[in-house]
């Protein structure tokens, strides 16, 4: 489990920032993991941001809402770049299904954590072929705590990191639930997939 460095507005004498990946298959539990240390951060009375890709409207377009229904209001942003100007004077930067924005994220990432801040970015780490999804792996090389959550394998019952697509669209980026999509391990994903 993630243990915060520091918490609190005491934490440090000049504020330090850095970057945390939640990262994952779908159906790992990584919204769940960006709302916990949000959540926690809340309680320590630090001012938090909340952020997610416009495209992603799968439930409201102002909720981080993960799979069990737990919440937090976030502002849905078309570019990455958007965050500079709406981030503020905040201390922790939450930002869902990074998967979906554009490249710009990687920089912008970087100078929120230059500025002081706490950024913690959530999102797929592989795609529907199982490849790498960017802009997730030059997340994950300038992060400074990386966190790799599983999901449990819907085949086998192992420990899960692959979302296996279960129709037969091709687009990288199909918004779907239980129905289009279910998590496998590394068997069972490559036995139903042929490249
Ligand atoms: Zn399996």
Known sequence: MFIETSLGKGA??????????ICGSMFSGKTEELIRRLNRALIARQ???????????RYHAY???SHNETAIRSTPIQFAQDILL?????????IDE????????????????????????AGLDMDFEGRPFEPMP??????????????????????????YRLNEAKEKVVLGEKDSYEARCRKCFYEGFTP
């Open 12 to 21: 440090g004498k000049e504020k330090k920032g850095h970057i945390e990946v």
């Open 47 to 57: 001012q938090v941001e909340i952020f997610k890709p416009a495209l992603d409207t």
């Open 63 to 65: 909720d981080v809402v």
């Open 86 to 94: 709406l981030a503020g004077n905040c201390d922790v930067v939450g």
């Open 98 to 121: 990074v998967q979906f924005l554009d490249a710009g994220i990687v920089e912008v990432a970087i100078r929120l954590a230059n500025q002081g801040k706490r950024v913690i970015l």
């Open 138 to 163: 030059q997340l994950l090389a300038v992060a400074e705590y990386v966190t790799k959550v599983h999901a449990i394998c819907m085949k086998c019952g192992d420990l899960a990191s692959y979302s």
